[in-house]
Protein backbone atom coordinates (compact mmCIF):
# COMPACT_ATOMS: atom_id res chain seq x y z
CA UNK A 1 0.00 0.00 0.00
CA UNK A 2 1.19 3.14 -0.76
CA UNK A 3 2.03 5.50 2.19
CA UNK A 4 2.67 9.91 1.75
CA UNK A 5 3.12 11.21 5.27
CA UNK A 6 4.38 14.86 4.88
CA UNK A 7 6.21 16.94 8.08
CA UNK A 8 7.24 20.27 8.72
CA UNK A 9 4.52 22.35 8.80
CA UNK A 10 3.68 25.12 11.06
CA UNK A 11 3.53 28.86 11.94
CA UNK A 12 6.23 31.01 10.60
CA UNK A 13 6.27 34.62 10.27
CA UNK A 14 5.97 36.22 6.71
CA UNK A 15 9.73 36.17 5.41
CA UNK A 16 10.83 33.44 7.50
CA UNK A 17 11.35 29.57 6.12
CA UNK A 18 10.49 25.97 6.35
CA UNK A 19 11.54 23.18 5.51
CA UNK A 20 9.03 20.13 4.80
CA UNK A 21 8.79 16.28 4.53
CA UNK A 22 7.76 13.18 2.76
CA UNK A 23 8.01 10.22 3.91
CA UNK A 24 7.45 7.51 1.23
CA UNK A 25 6.34 3.91 1.69
CA UNK A 26 5.02 1.18 -0.41
CA UNK A 27 6.61 1.65 -3.89
CA UNK A 28 9.83 1.82 -5.56
CA UNK A 29 10.12 5.50 -4.72
CA UNK A 30 12.74 6.40 -7.05
CA UNK A 31 11.12 5.12 -9.56
CA UNK A 32 8.16 7.61 -9.63
CA UNK A 33 8.36 11.38 -10.13
CA UNK A 34 7.34 13.32 -6.88
CA UNK A 35 5.18 16.44 -6.79
CA UNK A 36 3.89 19.22 -4.02
CA UNK A 37 0.33 20.22 -4.59
CA UNK A 38 -1.43 22.99 -1.96
CA UNK A 39 -4.40 23.75 -0.80
CA UNK A 40 -5.41 27.48 0.96
CA UNK A 41 -8.10 26.70 3.51
CA UNK A 42 -11.61 26.75 1.84
CA UNK A 43 -9.66 27.04 -1.69
CA UNK A 44 -9.03 24.96 -4.61
CA UNK A 45 -5.93 22.69 -5.47
CA UNK A 46 -2.83 24.38 -6.47
CA UNK A 47 0.06 22.87 -8.40
CA UNK A 48 3.68 23.86 -6.57
CA UNK A 49 6.38 21.85 -7.79
CA UNK A 50 7.37 18.54 -9.18
CA UNK A 51 10.76 16.59 -9.82
CA UNK A 52 11.94 13.46 -11.33
CA UNK A 53 12.78 10.03 -9.96
CA UNK A 54 16.19 10.54 -10.03
CA UNK A 55 16.17 14.36 -9.49
CA UNK A 56 18.01 15.64 -11.79
CA UNK A 57 14.94 17.33 -13.36
CA UNK A 58 12.70 19.93 -11.28
CA UNK A 59 9.49 22.03 -11.80
CA UNK A 60 8.19 24.82 -10.15
CA UNK A 61 4.92 26.96 -10.28
CA UNK A 62 5.75 30.88 -11.14
CA UNK A 63 4.18 31.63 -7.74
CA UNK A 64 7.21 30.14 -5.96
CA UNK A 65 9.71 29.75 -8.39
CA UNK A 66 12.65 31.72 -6.68
CA UNK A 67 11.86 31.05 -3.16
CA UNK A 68 10.90 27.51 -3.02
CA UNK A 69 13.62 24.40 -3.97
CA UNK A 70 12.30 20.75 -4.15
CA UNK A 71 14.80 17.51 -3.60
CA UNK A 72 14.25 13.92 -2.52
CA UNK A 73 17.01 11.41 -1.22
CA UNK A 74 15.58 8.41 -2.67
CA UNK A 75 18.39 6.52 0.28
CA UNK A 76 15.56 7.68 2.56
CA UNK A 77 12.45 7.78 0.03
CA UNK A 78 11.99 11.12 1.36
CA UNK A 79 10.80 13.80 -0.70
CA UNK A 80 11.38 17.54 0.73
CA UNK A 81 10.55 21.11 0.36
CA UNK A 82 12.66 24.02 1.11
CA UNK A 83 10.57 27.29 1.33
CA UNK A 84 12.34 30.64 1.83
CA UNK A 85 10.51 34.03 1.49
CA UNK A 86 7.78 33.30 3.33
CA UNK A 87 4.24 34.95 2.36
CA UNK A 88 0.93 34.76 3.69
CA UNK A 89 -0.61 33.70 0.58
CA UNK A 90 1.75 30.61 0.99
CA UNK A 91 -0.60 29.74 4.00
CA UNK A 92 -2.21 26.35 2.96
CA UNK A 93 -2.03 22.50 3.75
CA UNK A 94 0.91 21.03 1.53
CA UNK A 95 0.68 17.87 0.22
CA UNK A 96 3.00 15.55 -1.38
CA UNK A 97 2.16 13.39 -4.54
CA UNK A 98 3.57 10.29 -6.09
CA UNK A 99 3.35 11.81 -10.06
CA UNK A 100 3.46 9.91 -13.27
CA UNK A 101 3.98 11.83 -16.42
CA UNK A 102 1.71 14.45 -15.68
CA UNK A 103 -0.82 13.38 -13.34
CA UNK A 104 -1.15 12.65 -9.71
CA UNK A 105 -1.91 9.23 -8.54
CA UNK A 106 -1.94 8.82 -4.64
CA UNK A 107 -2.20 11.75 -2.35
CA UNK A 108 -0.47 12.21 1.14
CA UNK A 109 -2.63 13.76 3.75
CA UNK A 110 -1.29 17.21 3.93
CA UNK A 111 0.41 19.38 6.46
CA UNK A 112 -0.59 22.80 7.07
CA UNK A 113 1.50 25.74 7.10
CA UNK A 114 0.64 29.38 8.33
CA UNK A 115 2.43 32.12 7.03
CA UNK A 116 1.59 35.06 9.65
CA UNK A 117 3.03 37.33 12.21
CA UNK B 1 0.61 29.49 -19.10
CA UNK B 2 -3.09 28.65 -19.52
CA UNK B 3 -6.06 28.27 -17.44
CA UNK B 4 -8.80 25.33 -16.78
CA UNK B 5 -12.13 27.00 -15.78
CA UNK B 6 -15.24 25.73 -14.62
CA UNK B 7 -18.10 26.15 -12.65
CA UNK B 8 -18.17 27.34 -9.33
CA UNK B 9 -20.92 25.34 -8.63
CA UNK B 10 -23.54 22.19 -9.92
CA UNK B 11 -26.56 21.35 -8.09
CA UNK B 12 -28.66 18.09 -9.88
CA UNK B 13 -31.19 15.43 -8.33
CA UNK B 14 -30.23 11.89 -7.17
CA UNK B 15 -30.53 9.57 -10.22
CA UNK B 16 -30.33 12.53 -12.94
CA UNK B 17 -27.29 12.89 -15.11
CA UNK B 18 -24.44 16.24 -14.58
CA UNK B 19 -21.83 17.62 -16.53
CA UNK B 20 -19.35 19.77 -15.42
CA UNK B 21 -17.27 21.89 -17.62
CA UNK B 22 -13.84 22.74 -17.74
CA UNK B 23 -11.94 25.10 -20.78
CA UNK B 24 -8.55 25.79 -21.53
CA UNK B 25 -7.71 29.32 -21.90
CA UNK B 26 -4.88 28.57 -24.59
CA UNK B 27 -4.02 26.59 -26.44
CA UNK B 28 -5.58 23.33 -27.46
CA UNK B 29 -7.63 20.76 -25.09
CA UNK B 30 -6.64 17.95 -27.18
CA UNK B 31 -3.16 18.50 -26.92
CA UNK B 32 -2.41 17.57 -23.18
CA UNK B 33 -4.28 15.08 -21.43
CA UNK B 34 -6.84 15.95 -18.69
CA UNK B 35 -7.73 14.81 -15.47
CA UNK B 36 -10.58 14.91 -13.23
CA UNK B 37 -9.94 14.51 -8.73
CA UNK B 38 -12.76 14.12 -6.67
CA UNK B 39 -12.10 15.71 -3.11
CA UNK B 40 -14.85 14.87 -0.17
CA UNK B 41 -14.33 16.87 2.78
CA UNK B 42 -11.69 15.98 4.92
CA UNK B 43 -10.71 13.97 2.37
CA UNK B 44 -7.21 14.35 -0.48
CA UNK B 45 -8.60 13.81 -3.62
CA UNK B 46 -8.83 10.51 -5.45
CA UNK B 47 -8.98 10.53 -9.47
CA UNK B 48 -11.93 9.53 -10.87
CA UNK B 49 -10.88 10.24 -14.41
CA UNK B 50 -7.49 10.04 -16.45
CA UNK B 51 -6.27 10.82 -19.68
CA UNK B 52 -9.55 12.20 -20.46
CA UNK B 53 -12.04 9.13 -20.49
CA UNK B 54 -10.25 6.29 -18.81
CA UNK B 55 -11.94 5.52 -15.45
CA UNK B 56 -9.45 4.39 -12.56
CA UNK B 57 -10.39 0.47 -11.45
CA UNK B 58 -12.88 0.93 -8.61
CA UNK B 59 -14.18 3.70 -10.16
CA UNK B 60 -18.26 2.84 -11.63
CA UNK B 61 -19.03 3.69 -15.37
CA UNK B 62 -21.61 6.49 -13.83
CA UNK B 63 -18.23 8.60 -14.79
CA UNK B 64 -17.05 9.61 -17.98
CA UNK B 65 -14.84 12.32 -19.59
CA UNK B 66 -14.64 13.92 -23.15
CA UNK B 67 -12.91 16.72 -24.63
CA UNK B 68 -14.40 18.76 -27.63
CA UNK B 69 -12.13 20.92 -29.59
CA UNK B 70 -14.73 22.97 -30.83
CA UNK B 71 -14.92 24.19 -27.10
CA UNK B 72 -11.69 23.81 -26.57
CA UNK B 73 -13.10 22.20 -22.71
CA UNK B 74 -13.20 18.43 -21.44
CA UNK B 75 -16.36 17.80 -19.43
CA UNK B 76 -16.83 15.40 -16.75
CA UNK B 77 -20.45 13.40 -16.47
CA UNK B 78 -22.04 11.85 -13.78
CA UNK B 79 -25.22 9.98 -14.77
CA UNK B 80 -27.72 7.85 -11.73
CA UNK B 81 -26.60 10.66 -9.23
CA UNK B 82 -25.64 9.18 -5.63
CA UNK B 83 -25.73 11.50 -2.47
CA UNK B 84 -22.08 9.85 -1.90
CA UNK B 85 -21.72 11.75 -5.14
CA UNK B 86 -21.33 15.50 -3.53
CA UNK B 87 -17.64 16.64 -3.71
CA UNK B 88 -15.74 19.13 -5.04
CA UNK B 89 -14.51 17.96 -8.78
CA UNK B 90 -11.53 19.35 -10.37
CA UNK B 91 -9.91 19.19 -14.17
CA UNK B 92 -6.12 18.96 -14.35
CA UNK B 93 -3.67 19.13 -17.22
CA UNK B 94 -0.03 20.40 -18.12
CA UNK B 95 1.72 22.33 -20.93
CA UNK B 96 5.88 21.57 -21.16
CA UNK B 97 6.64 22.90 -17.58
CA UNK B 98 3.26 22.86 -15.68
CA UNK B 99 0.79 21.38 -13.99
CA UNK B 100 -2.82 23.02 -14.14
CA UNK B 101 -5.63 22.23 -12.01
CA UNK B 102 -8.84 23.82 -12.56
CA UNK B 103 -10.61 26.09 -9.78
CA UNK B 104 -13.07 23.09 -8.95
CA UNK B 105 -16.43 22.65 -9.26
CA UNK B 106 -19.11 21.39 -5.90
CA UNK B 107 -21.09 19.33 -6.41
CA UNK B 108 -24.46 19.29 -4.48
CA UNK B 109 -27.23 16.29 -4.74
CA UNK B 110 -30.04 17.39 -3.33
Same mark, same amino acid.
Given at each position: EVQLVESGGGLVQPGGSLRLSCAAS? #?? #??SYAMSWVRQAPGKGLEWVSAISGSGGSTYYADSVKGRFTVSRDNSKNTLYLQMNSLRAEDTAVYSCAKTIPNRIINWGQGTLVTVSS | NFMLTQPHSVSESPGKTVTISCTRSSGSIASNYVQWYQQRPGSSPTTVIYEDNQRPSGVPDRFSGSIDSSSNSASLSISGLKTEDEADYYCQSYDSSNVVFGGGTKLTVL
Amino acid at each position: EVQLVESGGGLVQPGGSLRLSCAASG #FT #FSSYAMSWVRQAPGKGLEWVSAISGSGGSTYYADSVKGRFTVSRDNSKNTLYLQMNSLRAEDTAVYSCAKTIPNRIINWGQGTLVTVSS | NFMLTQPHSVSESPGKTVTISCTRSSGSIASNYVQWYQQRPGSSPTTVIYEDNQRPSGVPDRFSGSIDSSSNSASLSISGLKTEDEADYYCQSYDSSNVVFGGGTKLTVL
